[in-house]
């Protein structure tokens, strides 16, 4: 009897093991293209939290075109973040049930993107400094900014940016207005925004310049990171699967996008309220030595840039912006509790506690908006799952803000230096 050599009794199982696993592989590869179809058609319906993760995943690897607009912003070492010049029209997105259009303008052919035009007469008569709340997350016409321009007949320009605190604002208040330099005339009044935020932005921005004192906190996006790819696949694959920002969000304890999804939600009136996001409860921690540090660093540039604009015959104003777990206390409270609401209320107290002894002209807009919210049937005055006021909720701080200017005598002295030769 002839044996065959044992090399040509394994060809066969290894061939049948071969297609077998190929077949497995082309079946994985199938269901992860379908997954990946689907998470795209269905991406609107899909949780909020997992919306966040997947925004900016492409439509299709051979577009640019995202699942949600990419944004303006971006980080800068010098002011945090700043939003990107020469945009026209542009849809910008808060949370993915909030969207709007935004066009930017470079002044003096810098970096920084305004919502404002560059004065072309070289004549900066007003303007207003803050966040994202002066920027405004609605469109240009709903922004209080406007409002108030139009209610008081004062001029204002427009120089909030997104995801910024004080010492961002006193930074650019000098670089793009009172430096020497420029030869520009200066503004009669300045308006400067604050939200609970900024104290923990100041610091973000220190810490970025290495000037910090407080140790830096542990990075949400790596800490306790499982596992992830490094180099250019990482690159691709966060920018073209779905399924793969999804693993590692996953994969993730305590990331940024667990961070800013509110997990409480109430009805109020005719509408519901989302709130309570674990971000806002960390950055506004008035225990947290983080957030004591950036309050000094605010408090400096807060009465540095009082002293420029008083020295160059301007009034300056601090207008203070609470948050929705504020202004919707008997809502809010009954669900996170007394102590969360007085942590949330904190750095805006500590504030006006500080405008008190400093004699600094403040205005809170907590009582404005807390009277509007009272009303049930008043259409809600934040946005349903972002932070920011939506455009009722700005007409309401226009309208309380311009009354506090006419009623302090500021708007008539304003507009009186502005009418002299």
Same mark, same amino acid.
């Given at each position: 009897?002839?044996?065959?050599?044992?090399?040509?009794?394994?060809?066969?199982?290894?061939?049948?093991? /071969?297609?077998?696993?190929?077949?497995?592989?082309?079946?994985?590869?199938? /269901?992860?293209?379908?997954?990946?179809?689907?998470?795209?058609?269905?991406?609107?319906?899909?949780?909020?939290?997992?919306?966040?993760?997947?925004?900016?995943?492409?439509?299709?690897?051979?577009?640019?075109?995202?699942?949600?607009?990419?944004?303006?912003?971006?980080?800068? +070492?010098? @002011?945090?973040?700043?939003?990107?010049?020469?945009?026209?029209?542009?849809?910008?997105?808060? *949370?993915?049930?909030?969207?709007?259009?935004?066009?930017?303008? *470079?002044?003096?052919?810098?970096?920084?993107?305004?919502?404002?035009?560059?004065?072309?007469?070289?004549?900066?008569?007003?303007?207003?400094?803050?966040?994202?709340?002066?920027?405004?997350?609605?469109?240009?016409?709903? $922004?209080?900014?406007?409002?108030?321009?139009?209610?008081?007949?004062?001029?204002?320009?427009?120089?909030?940016?997104? !995801?910024? =605190? *004080?010492?961002?604002?006193?930074?650019? %208040?000098?670089?793009?207005?009172?430096?020497?330099?420029?030869?520009?005339?200066?503004?009669?009044?300045?308006?400067?925004?604050?939200?609970?935020?900024?104290?923990?932005?100041?610091?973000?921005?220190?810490?970025?310049?290495?000037?910090?004192?407080?140790?830096?906190?542990?990075?949400?996006?790596?800490?306790?990171?499982?596992? +992830?790819?490094? =180099?250019?696949?990482?690159?691709?694959?966060?920018?073209?699967?779905?399924?793969?920002?999804?693993?590692?969000?996953?994969?993730?304890?305590?990331?940024?996008?667990?961070?800013?999804?509110?997990? %409480?939600?109430?009805?109020?009136?005719?509408?519901?309220?989302?709130?309570?996001?674990? @971000?806002?409860? +960390?950055?506004?921690?008035?225990?947290?030595?983080?957030?004591?540090?950036?309050?000094?660093?605010?408090?400096?540039?807060?009465?540095?840039?009082?002293?420029?604009?008083?020295?160059?015959?301007?009034?300056?104003?601090?207008?203070?912006?609470?948050?929705?777990?504020?202004? @919707?206390?008997?809502?809010?409270?009954?669900?996170?509790?007394?102590?969360?609401?007085?942590?949330?209320? /904190?750095?805006?107290?500590? &504030? &006006?506690?500080?405008?008190?002894?400093?004699? &600094?002209? $403040?205005?809170?807009?907590?009582?404005?908006?807390?009277?509007?919210?009272?009303?049930?049937?008043?259409?809600?005055? %934040? @946005?349903?799952?972002?932070?920011?006021?939506?455009?009722?909720?700005?007409?309401?701080?226009?309208?309380?803000?311009?009354?506090?200017?006419?009623?302090?005598?500021?708007?008539?002295?304003?507009?009186?230096?502005?009418? !002299?030769?």
């Amino acid at each position: 009897m002839i044996v065959p050599p044992r090399r040509a009794l394994s060809v066969r199982p290894r061939r049948r093991i /071969a297609r077998r696993l190929g077949a497995a592989l082309f079946g994985i590869l199938i /269901a992860i293209l379908i997954v990946e179809i689907a998470i795209r058609l269905l991406f609107g319906s899909l949780p909020p939290g997992m919306q966040t993760v997947l925004r900016f995943i492409r439509v299709t690897p051979f577009t640019d075109q995202r699942l949600a607009p990419l944004p303006l912003y971006a980080g800068d +070492r010098d @002011y945090q973040t700043i939003m990107r010049p020469g945009a026209r029209d542009e849809w910008q997105v808060g *949370s993915m049930n909030v969207d709007f259009q935004v066009s930017t303008y *470079s002044w003096w052919g810098g970096r920084v993107g305004f919502r404002s035009p560059q004065p072309e007469t070289g004549r900066i008569d007003a303007v207003a400094i803050g966040d994202s709340f002066t920027a405004c997350i609605v469109s240009l016409s709903d $922004c209080w900014v406007e409002l108030v321009a139009e209610k008081t007949g004062i001029p204002f320009l427009n120089m909030g940016q997104t !995801a910024t =605190g *004080s010492l961002s604002h006193s930074r650019l %208040y000098w670089d793009f207005v009172a430096k020497p330099e420029l030869g520009l005339g200066q503004p009669k009044i300045v308006i400067w925004q604050f939200f609970g935020n900024d104290y923990n932005d100041d610091f973000g921005l220190a810490l970025v310049n290495g000037i910090n004192q407080t140790p830096a906190p542990a990075d949400p996006m790596t800490a306790n990171q499982t596992w +992830r790819f490094t =180099g250019p696949l990482d690159t691709w694959l966060n920018e073209n699967s779905a399924v793969y920002a999804m693993l590692t969000a996953m994969s993730r304890v305590g990331s940024t996008e667990v961070l800013f999804v509110d997990p %409480y939600h109430i009805q109020i009136g005719r509408a519901q309220m989302d709130f309570g996001q674990d @971000y806002l409860i +960390r950055a506004f921690d008035m225990d947290e030595p983080r957030n004591l540090e950036g309050e000094q660093i605010s408090h400096k540039a807060i009465l540095d840039t009082r002293a420029t604009v008083e020295k160059n015959g301007g009034i300056f104003v601090l207008a203070l912006i609470p948050t929705k777990e504020e202004v @919707y206390r008997p809502w809010t409270e009954p669900e996170m509790g007394a102590a969360v609401i007085d942590g949330l209320e /904190a750095p805006r107290r500590r &504030l &006006l506690a500080f405008c008190e002894a400093e004699g &600094l002209t $403040c205005f809170d807009a907590e009582t404005a908006l807390t009277a509007a919210a009272a009303d049930v049937a008043h259409a809600h005055l %934040y @946005y349903k799952d972002d932070m920011h006021l939506n455009p009722v909720g700005n007409h309401v701080l226009a309208d309380a803000l311009a009354a506090f200017l006419e009623e302090q005598g500021i708007a008539a002295t304003v507009r009186s230096a502005l009418a !002299a030769p």
